[in-house]
């Protein structure tokens, strides 16, 4: 090879570039990164929007250890989270009647006013990552990781 010539090597691809976990977290953190601005905008932290968006669809509300579970939060810090956000009239609080131990959580008119904008962000959002791969590539992603999501699930705690 010449003095100063550029060497062709392909460089073997480290462990991380293929390892499922690491590119799983690596999409996760960033896309969640680009919405985590609106939320912030909206006055609520990370953990907060979780809640609320986990919430939205549940009805009846969900128990401290369901929302934990669903917004991959501690139940002790999530239990602060929820508490600050009963006092800003956001969710509000219940004991379960079979079981005083725990607390079901459910949102308040202002919280669900607030989520139905920002669920509605989310999915623009969720529509503007997807649209390159076209909508056939899109849904079958979102079938693979419910798929992997559900053959992986850890138990509420």
Not at 79 to 91: E, F, P, W
Request: with cysteine.
């Amino acid at each position: 090879m010449e003095h100063g010539a550029q060497q062709d090597v392909n460089p073997m691809p480290s462990f991380i570039d293929g390892y499922l976990p690491y590119l799983l977290a690596q999409v996760s953190h960033s896309i969640s990164a680009e919405f985590h601005v609106q939320a912030h905008e909206a006055g609520l932290s990370v953990t907060q929007w979780r809640v609320l968006s986990s919430l939205c669809s549940s009805g009846g509300g969900m128990t401290i250890g369901e929302l934990a579970f669903h917004t991959v939060t501690k139940q002790p810090t999530l239990s602060k989270v929820v508490q600050r956000m009963a006092v800003d009239g956001l969710v509000a609080r219940t004991d379960v009647r079979a079981d005083r131990r725990q607390t079901r959580v459910s949102l308040t008119a202002k919280g669900g006013r607030l989520v139905e904008v920002l669920c509605r962000q989310a999915m623009q959002h969720q529509r503007a990552v997807l649209q390159p791969l076209g909508e056939a590539r899109a849904a079958e992603l979102m079938q693979m990781l419910r798929t992997l999501m559900m053959s992986h699930a850890l138990p509420p705690e």
